[in-house]
């Protein structure tokens, strides 16, 4: 970022920044508020690291002038550490005792909320090529920017959770659908007709609740969350918490007074294929996107200015964050595909699934995290170059502890860490709750390998 460039956002953001605080502080006093330990855009959560930022992008987007402040406000206020959520947001690392010198070049940059209260509750999950994908049935951009508008603006939703979260699928082969969602909302296309399946605390790979008109698609997540609101108790947070209690028909029933909804029968959505948010892949155009992901989730500020320049250069300018804690390139040249993934490499983004990093997820561990039980980072990459040595790459889980704030799905293994450098090996089983059976108790990274070996015909083997 150029000087003079920093001194104009200085001056925009010395501005606004004094509005958002003094919004966030008069919320009204009868507003029910669900607090949270969430980090957001304006509200810095302390960690044993410092203190953590999270930047939420409409859609996973991101303009490369932005990336390269998200750059440049970590260098100069934090550790330089930049992360990819599982939510395709950003996550900056490692912040200083002057937070509001960090939040005010990235409000001046316009990463921040329309509303200083409606920050926490922008929570809508896109596929990463939406409007791309070759087989979308239809671009779910121009519902997704109503529905973040009103999430923003509508004075009740900033009641919601930080944690209450949507979800918009287009029907798109690269979809993350694992997550579950507090409301999923799913494409169909019927006798020609665009609609949209949608379902509660759950997704798409579920049975719907219903279906409505595609144009119904906004008033149906207003209904629904006006609804939760009007029936959730203070400490119901989450859909599924209110469901506990609620029962499915009547909360449909009294939603059916609201939207018109229809029964949706004879739903099928197809898991998407693996391995669509790296490499070189078709859009719908004559064009291509390139992903590569953050090695365990993390970038520095050199990899996030390389891939912002690349985009600006070869593609339109912006980057797409993924739920896999990848970053696309979109609507590249297809003749100039080959050199942006070979750049990306050189950054240092794993850009093949071949490579063990690649298929690897771990939490912030013991490192920067004071719940944390082991330096799952560290462990990974042992783990990751134990791996390599062995020509596998295996889809490995490591939780520093029971929360897995890294993955927001269950993973095909799960290694929970319960000591230093020691963790219980899960396999995923959909008829048990949490991580899945348990398979080995307290093994070393290196006595990992010893199990596997002993184990050829595991389920990460077959």
Known sequence: MTASKAGIMAAFAAAAFPIYRSALNERPSSNVIRPSGCPGLLRVVQALDGGICRIKLDGGVIHADQAETVAWVAEQFAGGVIEATNRGNLQIRGIGPEPDALIEPLLAAGLGPREAAG??????????????????????????????????????????????????????????????????????????????????????????????????????????????????????????????????????????????????????????????????????????????????????????????????????????????????????????????????????????????????????????????????????????DLLQRRGQALSIHLSGCQRSCAAAHIAPATLLAVAPGRYDLYFRDAALPGFGALQAHNLTIEALGHWLDAHPRSPLDA
């Open 119 to 384: 920050d926490d509750v922008r929570n809508l999950m896109l596929s990463p090529s939406a409007g791309l994908d070759r087989q979308m049935l239809f671009d779910t951009r121009p519902l997704a920017a109503q529905i973040l508008f009103t999430l923003q603006t509508h004075e009740r939703f900033h009641e919601l959770s930080a944690k209450f979260a949507v979800q918009l699928d287009g029907g798109e082969a690269l979809a993350m659908l694992e997550h579950h969602h507090d409301l999923w909302l799913s494409a169909l296309v019927q006798h020609g007709e665009p609609w949209l399946a949608f379902g509660l605390a759950g997704s798409p790979l579920d049975t719907p609740a219903g279906k409505v008109p595609l144009a119904q698609g906004h008033a149906l997540v207003v209904a629904v969350l006006e609804l939760f609101l009007e029936l959730a108790r203070p400490d119901q947070n989450r859909m599924r918490q209110l469901l506990a209690e609620c029962a499915v028909d009547e909360f449909m029933t009294r939603l059916a007074g609201r939207v018109p909804l229809q029964p949706c029968l004879d739903w099928r959505r197809s898991a998407s294929p693996g391995g669509l948010h790296i490499g070189i892949h078709s859009q719908h155009d004559e064009r291509v996107y390139v992903g590569a992901a953050a090695p365990l989730g993390r970038l520095d500020t050199v990899m996030l200015r390389g891939a912002a320049q690349l985009a600006r250069e070869k593609g339109d300018g912006n980057l797409r964050f993924t739920p896999w804690q990848s970053l696309l390139l979109p609507n590249v040249r297809r003749e100039n595909a080959d050199a942006v993934l070979t750049q990306l490499d050189a950054l240092g983004l794993l850009c093949s699934l071949d490579h063990s990093l690649a298929q690897l997820i771990a939490c912030t561990g013991s490192s920067g995290c004071g719940k944390g039980l082991a330096d799952t980072k560290g462990d990974a990459r042992q783990l990751a």
